[in-house]
């Protein structure tokens, strides 16, 4: 309850338009300097977990799990991480090679997917595209587990139980998803252009790739950072599909040294530092892209 | 639809042109669909009333595998226990928690793009990487436990005491919100200033304003995030096998249903039980989103039933 009652700081719209007084700006000041210590404290206690993992990484064991707390690491080990790198039997550089490897393939495939089949249902009429759509968005309400014991099945009796193919086709899952907001775009999009294109004789995928296609870039890009995201943090999928180490991703990597190494947090707070960074930096690099995304694929429909 | 219609119509050649064309599109996400959906949907109702364990082909019998669920299995039993206690406080508390950092989002401030990336920072992090974070955060000798101490009061046990691990679950559960509060602030964004304006004129004070105007007109919003937490709740998974490790630790008090079904299926590949379970796993999540959806009538407010703010 306790967040509900901020909403009481955002002022009324219909302030008292009289400038110059010097209570009513002070006052003003006093609003604004109350919000962004409010905002402030909450970041605070949202980042400090990951500030501990941070900071975590950087200290020995013992400093860890020491009282009183020490905020800062003295001395700061950066060896930590070329300690993890190197850990016998668990090649960290490798899993992040095939966490890239996943999350990429995956990446491309749901862009290229969603783009596509998003374009059929928006702009195209064939018979059965309505009762298509609603099977489409009906398949998100699907528990994946349920899936997954046949479709292991299915893995297993192709041959490719343990290969690179299980988390890639089976990150896929989050197609209608993405299918669905880029749906949406689309529908946005002026028909003109379109029937213009028709006109004048362009194919259909030719009015797809070089018309609409880079009209829609900012959805494609929220949903290649989104698939990158979810599949990267993807465990259960490898933890069921995969068989060989060398083909572990860093999520499922690290739970295998946790469960292993349990004593050495050190480096373990190495590990996960490396399994959250390129997620960090991918988010900043198009963080001006999310809000939008989130809000078309909106709720209203 | 209205664009649609005020299309002008081509020939009949121009319209299956369309038509084939359309079905082009869509056919890499039909195959999609039918490989890997709709046909495990179909073969696991058919597992659920065999005996598989790879090795053989499946044997029939009926309707043993839900006999025993419903009479025979005291695991399953505290499996749905702690998963329905862990989803009776998980999702509520959440729901509340990014409403509330919604609300604080949508703020006017300097800089509140800023806050708004940091916010989303939590939701960055791996599952798993946030279940280790919090092993180390709530370990007996972590920085929860010597803050505990600071203050004078005992620290919970949180992975050695039954009664403290699903708490610290759902703690775990309500670090990253990032989603939900994206979701609720883009509601938060389609509710028209001029509504609170008029409130505003009318004497409603904030705290008015925010239970007749932008509560109501948020509950399309609420109903969307509940419904998805529920189904994602119910399917808890990588912080519970972090945490508790397969078997549930301590006491199987972080045993969830994933679990259960995980380990029938992919240790004892007892994948016809295991397909029972999850039949049931989902009927029991239809069955439960449908009572949302029954009650949503009665508390979500549409656009169409406006009443004058």
């Not at chain 1, 000041?29 to 206690?45: M, Q």
């Not at chain 1, 993992?53 to 690491?73: D, G, H, R």
């Not at chain 2, 389609?190 to 007109?217: H, K, M, N, Y």
Request: one cysteine or more; aromatic letters at 14%.
């Amino acid at each position: 309850m306790a967040h509900l009652s901020h909403s009481e700081a955002s002022p009324p719209l219909a302030e008292p338009a009289t400038p110059g007084l010097g209570r009513a700006r002070s006052q003003r000041v006093l609003v604004s300097l109350a919000r962004h210590l409010l905002l402030l404290a909450v970041t605070v206690v949202l980042l400090l977990p990951f500030y501990w993992m941070l900071i975590s990484a950087l200290k020995e064991t013992s400093q860890i799990f020491v009282q009183p707390i020490q905020w800062w690491p003295d001395p700061p080990r950066w060896d930590n991480f070329s300690r993890a790198l190197s850990y016998p039997g668990f090649p960290f550089l490798r899993f992040f090679g095939n966490s890239l490897f996943y999350a990429l393939s995956v990446t491309v495939g749901m862009v290229l997917m969603s783009a596509l089949v998003g374009y059929g249902f928006a702009r195209l009429r064939f018979p059965g595209r309505q009762v298509l759509f609603v099977c489409t968005l009906a398949t998100l309400m699907i528990p994946s587990i349920v899936t997954f014991i046949p479709t292991y099945v299915l893995f297993k009796q192709l041959g490719l139980l343990g290969s690179y193919w299980p988390p890639i086709l089976l990150g896929l899952r989050f197609s209608p998803f993405f299918i669905f907001m880029l749906r949406q775009f689309f529908l946005g999009v002026s028909w003109e252009l379109s029937d213009a294109a028709r006109v004048d004789g362009a194919s259909e995928l030719r009015i797809f790739w070089q018309i609409m296609l880079p009209l829609v870039r900012p959805a494609l890009i929220v949903v290649g950072v989104f698939s990158f995201l979810w599949t990267w943090h993807e465990f259960f999928i490898p933890l069921v599909y995969l068989t060989e180490r060398e083909q572990f991703p860093l999520a499922l990597g690290l739970f295998a040294f946790k469960n292993q190494r349990t004593v050495e947090w050190d480096l373990m707070m190495a590990a996960s530092v490396l399994a959250t960074l390129p997620l960090i930096v991918i988010f900043l690099c198009a963080q001006r892209y999310f809000l939008q995304g989130v809000s078309m694929t909106g709720i209203k429909g | 639809m209205a664009i649609l219609a005020t299309r002008r119509v081509g020939r009949g050649s121009m319209r299956r042109r369309e038509a084939i064309a359309g079905m082009l599109f869509v056919a890499p996400w039909v195959i999609y669909l039918l490989v890997f959906i709709a046909y495990p949907v179909l073969a696991v109702l058919y597992l659920s009333f065999t005996e598989y364990t790879i090795l053989e082909p499946p044997r029939l019998i009926g309707l043993d595998n839900y006999h025993r669920l419903l009479t025979n299995d005291p695991a399953l039993r505290i499996a749905v226990g702690n998963t329905i206690y862990y989803a009776l406080l998980a999702v509520p508390l959440r729901l509340l928690l990014a409403l509330g950092l919604a609300l604080l989002m949508n703020m006017r401030a300097r800089g509140i793009a800023v806050y708004r990336a940091l916010f989303y920072v939590p939701s960055l992090v791996p599952p798993v990487v946030g279940a280790i974070i919090f092993l180390v955060l709530l370990n007996p000798s972590g920085p929860v436990s010597g803050i505990f101490t600071a203050l004078g009061l005992p620290a919970p046990r949180w992975f050695s005491d039954p009664a403290w691990s699903k708490p610290a679950l759902i703690l775990l559960y309500l670090w990253p919100v990032g989603v939900e509060t994206l979701v609720f602030l883009a509601g938060l964004k389609e509710i028209p200033d001029s509504l609170r304006d008029a409130a505003a004129i009318d004497g409603a004070g904030p705290w008015q304003q925010f239970w007749r105007v932008t509560l109501p007109l948020l509950t399309p919003t609420i109903l969307f995030n509940l419904v998805i937490g529920v189904i994602y709740s119910f399917q808890v998974f990588d912080q519970a096998i972090v945490i508790g490790g397969s078997n549930g630790e301590p006491l199987e008090s972080t045993l969830m249903v994933m679990m259960h079904i995980y380990r029938h299926a992919f240790r004892y590949f007892a994948m016809g039980y295991a397909s029972a379970l999850g039949v049931v796993l989902v009927l029991a999540i239809l069955a439960l989103t449908l009572l949302i959806f029954g009650t949503a009538r009665r508390w979500v407010h549409y656009e169409a039933d406006e009443r004058g703010a």
